[in-house]
């Protein structure tokens, strides 16, 4: 494999509804842009230097620049190198994916990014930590008559939580599965003593187990969330690229400093992934320039399309690196993966 993202094929843009304009407008092939790997130096090679010159106003998705080349983030693409296999699992790094906005991806994100780091051989374990219950649905597994549920864990005493985990489809990757009881557990946790530490708890004996335990959050700042960051090493923040993205991000990063501060001091935020981007318009491309603005390298190289094939591959309760496993957007996960492994974000 290449240190470039270049597996999705012309056909599957064509099915993104790319202009046949764009394609003729010198749109690259995967063969354009592979290139050998950077130089000694750490320079692009000429392969990279020869593709064609594009109109970012044509260009079909964001997953087709290598390495060396200008990212939809407006910042050269840096090289993420294939992670090496692990050869012994844990201790897990745990991961918040957290915006109190809903919509924005997170559901989805922790599917996907789950999916694509089991892929390459870690052991996944998704926490599904929103009373809705999407992560449970999107990956098949039936959210009513479950026995035992992250409720349970939560509220119950005596459970062991290996009750609660169920196998995908996927090898290597797990879920704790939710349903609509959760939402009473934010009462119910209220009284408890050290309320904002019961997840923390509830995951420690299974933390030798997963290289990487992602909690998909619920869309608020109630004391779910709370608990969520307070267990965590680490906090995602997926943003829709629509106008607004912003708004509520400042009292989100108010809210992990002071978890930081309080509770968890080893809290940190992991970086800010933009989804749902559209690179047909400017519009898109102005929220990203101004995210990377305001979070500058917080911000992930990858950059999450726009794209149909997510809620497809959701009714289809399979992640998307294995419904639609060549498709760009697939890719962009696998990018994705990769990006956090380079920068420490997981094992
Ligand atoms: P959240 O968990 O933040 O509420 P979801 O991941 O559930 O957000 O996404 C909200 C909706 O948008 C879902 O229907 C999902 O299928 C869809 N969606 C998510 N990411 C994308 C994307 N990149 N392109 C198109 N649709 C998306
Ligand atoms: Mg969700």
Redesign the pocket.
């Known amino acids: 494999m290449t240190n470039v993202v270049t597996t999705a094929t012309s056909s599957s843009w064509t099915a993104e509804g790319s202009t046949a304009e764009g394609l003729a407008a010198g749109v690259p092939t995967a063969e354009d842009l592979t290139v050998e790997g950077p130089t000694a130096n750490g320079s692009p090679t000429t392969a990279v230097l020869d593709a064609p010159e594009r109109n970012p106003a044509q260009l079909p998705g964001t997953q087709n620049v290598g390495a060396g080349q200008m990212g939809p983030t407006g910042r050269i693409m840096p090289d993420f190198p294939e992670p090496p296999r692990l050869r012994t699992h844990g201790p897990a790094r745990i991961i918040a994916m957290c ?1 109190q906005k ?8 922790t599917i996907n990014l789950g999916a694509a780091l089991a892929e390459v051989g870690r052991k996944v374990l998704l926490i599904d930590f929103d009373p809705q219950g ?1 992560l449970s649905v999107g990956l098949g597994v039936p959210t009513y008559e479950l026995e035992v549920t992250i409720y349970n864990l939560l509220v119950e005493r005596g459970h062991d939580i290996h009750e609660a985990i169920q196998h995908t489809s996927m090898e290597n990757l797990d879920i704790i599965p939710a349903n609509i009881d959760l939402s009473a557990a934010e009462v119910q946790l209220v009284g408890e003593v050290a309320r904002e530490m019961v997840l923390a708890r509830v995951l420690r004996p299974i933390v030798d187990e997963y290289d990487v335990v992602l909690i998909d959050c619920q ?1 608020s700042l109630g004391l779910l969330t709370v608990n969520a960051l307070t267990a965590a090493h680490g906090v995602i923040i ?1 943003l829709e690229c629509e106008f607004f993205a912003m708004r509520g991000v400042a009292l989100l990063v108010e809210t992990i400093d002071k978890i930081c501060d309080r509770l968890n001091p080893r809290l940190q935020v992991d970086g800010i992934l933009a ?2 981007y559209d690179s047909r318009t400017l519009h898109s491309r102005e929220v990203v320039r101004s995210v990377v603005d305001h979070f500058g390298d917080l911000v992930f190289h990858t950059v ?5 094939k ?2 497809d591959s ?1 009714l289809a309760a399979e992640p998307i690196t294995t419904y639609a496993s060549t498709h760009s957007a697939a890719e962009a996960y696998r990018q994705m993966a990769r990006e956090l492994i380079a920068r420490g974000g997981a094992a």
Request: net charge positive; proline share 14%.
């Open positions: 915006n809903g919509g924005v991806g997170k559901t989805t994100s999407a869309p997926p989804t749902m999450i399309s726009r794209t149909v997510f809620p959701s």
